[in-house]
């Protein structure tokens, strides 16, 4: 079974940046896709962006493209996401999820860390 640790939220300006860290342990191959979700109060969960374990493509939502880098370092097994030019939009809890590449189901999440961008 998959786990995962997050670190790496906290408190920055509007214009700043921050790198989000999740880092996985328990699987057994790299068919494994990682992504960064974030859920702000009074909204849904949403995602933010996606990588493959295997392949390296990522996706991004079209909020944060340009901005924010999904990224893996496979020595690690950890999974980076770079957050540029943090608006006070992108204030949320983010998690940190991973799927089987052939499954639609995002089976395992980290505990969530608070981002908060100030104005």
């Known amino acids: 079974q998959v786990q995962l640790v997050e670190s790496g939220g906290g408190l920055v300006q509007a214009g700043g940046s921050l790198r989000l860290s999740c880092a996985a342990s328990?699987?057994?191959?790299?068919?494994?896709?990682m992504g960064w979700f974030r859920q702000a109060p009074g909204k849904e969960r949403e995602i933010v962006a996606a990588?493959?374990?295997?392949?390296?493509?990522?996706t991004y939502a079209d909020s944060v493209k340009g901005r924010f880098t999904i990224f893996g370092d496979n020595a690690k097994n950890t999974a980076y996401l770079q957050m540029d030019s943090l608006k006070p939009d992108d204030t949320a809890v983010y998690y940190c999820?991973?799927?089987?590449?052939?499954?639609?189901?995002?089976?395992?999440w980290g505990q969530g860390t608070q981002v908060t961008v100030s104005s």
């Open positions: 328990g699987w057994t191959s790299r068919t494994y896709d």
């Open positions: 999820a991973a799927k089987r590449d052939t499954s639609w189901n995002w089976s395992a």
């Open positions: 990588i493959s374990w295997s392949g390296g493509g990522t």
